[in-house]
Structures are given as structure tokens and as C-alpha cells.
């Protein structure tokens, strides 16, 4: 019994250590992705901005939305550079030649705005953190937010 017991502690531990530190965006469920905004093209037309959607939990769920920016000059390299709860008010748009400024807000909840300026290549953000304590995406960003 004492083996058995030993032998499920350290295999939901290993479960829980695997998802926590061993995170990538390629988990993100694309079977049943929608398209979001976008392309949306960066001034100097260097990167490319799509949004995607991914339907979660049935009638009673939500919908996740991620963006992934394409660099159009090193052979159409993609980087999932966001990625959090899809809410009502949802857009793009670039402020300058690296910088996305993502609206996600839902007006009528003020604690639900997760709106930011990513500067591609150095920032990411994810929701639940995940990516910023990831060990095999430490090396993708400077500096990742979460809420």
C-alpha cells in the first residue's frame, strides 16, 4: 500500500512539474480555432499580427485568444506573443515599428481588462503565467507579464 501510494504522489508530481515548467504554446488546442482580427501589418511591413480564438468547455465555457506575430524578413518566423480570456472588446494595432498595443477588455467589468504594449521580440504575455515560468521559453523573451 505504501508503494502504491509513493508511486501516485510522484507521478501526479511529476504530472504537475511537467505542466508547470515544460509549458510551450504548442499545447494551445487548434482543432477548433476561429479566426480573430487581423493581419494585421506593422508599419515598416517587417511583422504580421493574427489573432486567434479557441472555444473551451462546451455551451457553459469561454474562449482563450492568442496572437501570434509572423517576421516577415527571417523566413516567416511566428511567436505566440499573448495569449489570455477572450473578452467583448478585442483589437490590434501598432504604435510604432516593434510595439503591438492589444486591446482585450470588457467594459462593463473593470477587473477585466488585460490590454497591453508588447515590444516583439523582448515581451510576451500570458494570463495564468505559465510561459513566464517556463524552462523551455526563457530564452523567447526579456521580460513576460501575466495578471
Known sequence: M???TLSG???VSSIYIYEMYFFTFGEIDREFIQKGPGPVTSPTEKYTAN???EPYGGAAGGVNVWVEITNNIEKN???TVYYSDAKSDFSM?????DTLYILNDEPNY???NRSIELE???EIYHENGLACISLLMKDEYETC???
Open 145 to 147: 507579464y501575466q495578471n
Open 2 to 4: 505504501l508503494i502504491a
Open 77 to 79: 518566423k511566428v511567436q
Open 51 to 53: 489573432a486567434y480564438y
Open 120 to 122: 516583439v521580440g523582448k
Open 93 to 97: 494595432k501598432w504604435l510604432d515599428v
Open 110 to 112: 473593470p477587473n477585466s
Open 9 to 11: 504522489v510522484v507521478l
